[in-house]
């Protein structure tokens, strides 16, 4: 027999959760956390791993209690704040998380926005559909432009060779110039004199106490007025009510978001009201072939956990 | 005195036709087509140059007899099909065009457009305006998938490039095989064979008596049903009431079209109705760099001519 899992309640509405559950399957006999509620002591004794997606099952220190056999905390994300990792660890039970896979579907995401700004896709489609066919309507050419990136970690370095592939020039703003690169891209201890030097500027960084509204008025206005500004990080990272002072001014060209602060940011919000913004609903890892990457991976790490392997691919230690 | 030119009427709604003015006015005295037509005596026998753009203004027979001391006819575009040049030639006038500039442009509109579609940025922007900001929301990804590009010219060659940068693999159906690629691509004589293979499918190749309609029903029943299919060439390469039966039959993902037949696509067109089909308004050259671009180009084309060098930089022989 299989060894049994705990995982979230799947919706039969998606097709994807199913291609999800049928990797899951072809390892683990998969239990749902909805028919897992309707009698947990039927499982509880069995249940080797549990599985969080989208920070369901809470996993608490009861729920722990009740089985004797849970080897790990197998999260489906790259985040782990959902879990008390310290609690869980202390009761001998492992916590892994699925990072990496997620970082071209993100990078892809800072390109596609960057892209759709530039070219006035969303705009173009609306005016498309009335008729709208006018040619003189110019967009902003992303290819052999300056592409300031802050944060260059593993997403801003994909980021970066993606860009480079439109022949763009590299600019990047990070804690520390980093020494190990293997693309061509020109280093700002100080981001205000990177900025003004920019067409695009993306942000990357996680979001920390450090970078938490790091980007202000004052940023906005050091960047060209013809410059179009994305993010993929954290909503947390801009001072939100500066940049909409900007967008509204003009400081900027263009602003598109793959995140914003609070999610989903309410339908009243005077962002949506810009016609210069365009607001997505934080899918930067929102792919088919991610999602069942990380899931993929969530997979390996519960396989390696029952085989006490000393070493699993992505273990949390916190 | 500078040398006096003809061009198409400025627009004082536009800023950017305001940049080509100032550009030529760095070389000539510029008489905008409307101001031409107030006094055609005042000016003929002074121009030596004519710039039509967006096929404005007509050039006839008569037109070219009143200027004695025309050289050039220097179109502000890679297409010339709206000269009549055997006859401009006749009167040993030359005739100039401006190719290869919209090449990026061109290229750059493809993977914008391919993922927009994959990445759901325009069914994304109008879900999050209204609150909705599901998690499983899944797009497709482009980085690492197989891009099948038919017509490997030198925008073809440029959307190879880009693609490759997010680590895609590149097929390419093509007249004949290309030896002098500097990329890695596989080719295919046969496009039946290619299509089934693709993740996405890109439409680059000139419109002639080969290509037209030649992408039918059979072709998308041909592709994966997950596919994305992106057309950046002409709308009259496409059958295009095949494509919309492919679409409503899901025998495809979705499709993005820079290009339709007719242009504008009409209002009431069922194409419009396809929420797996995005349709912006021909913008393919449509940044300002590129516009920009192809001005300088047709300028520099009239000074050569002015100066009888034997060879322009883009001369039209047909």
Redesign the interface.
Known sequence: MLPKILTHTF?ND?A??DLFKNEMEKHFQVIPYDEYLKSPETHDKDIVAILPW?ATPKVDSEMIDRMPNLKIVSTISAGYNHLNVPMIRSKNIRVSNTPGVLN??T???G???M??A?????I??E??????????????????STVGIIGMGRIGLSLA???????CKIMYNNRRERTDLDIEAEYFANLDEMLPKCDFVCVVCALTSETAQFIKYKHFKLMKKTSIFCNISRGGTVQQDDLLKALEEKEIHMAALDVTSP?????CHPL?QCKNC??????GS??????LSMVQLAIRNVLQAINNEKELESEVFE
Not at 131 to 141: L, R
């Open positions: 919706d998606e994807l959760p989208f071209e579907s990078a892809e995401q390109i596609t926005l892209l759709a530039a070219r006035n896709t969303i173009g489609a005016m498309a559909k009335n008729e709208d066919w006018p040619k003189n309507f110019m967009g902003t050419q992303f290819s052999g060779k993606k860009s480079i592939g439109f022949g999610e989903p940011l309410p339908k949506y365009i607001i997505v609903p934080h899918w929102a792919t088919t072939q991610t999602r």
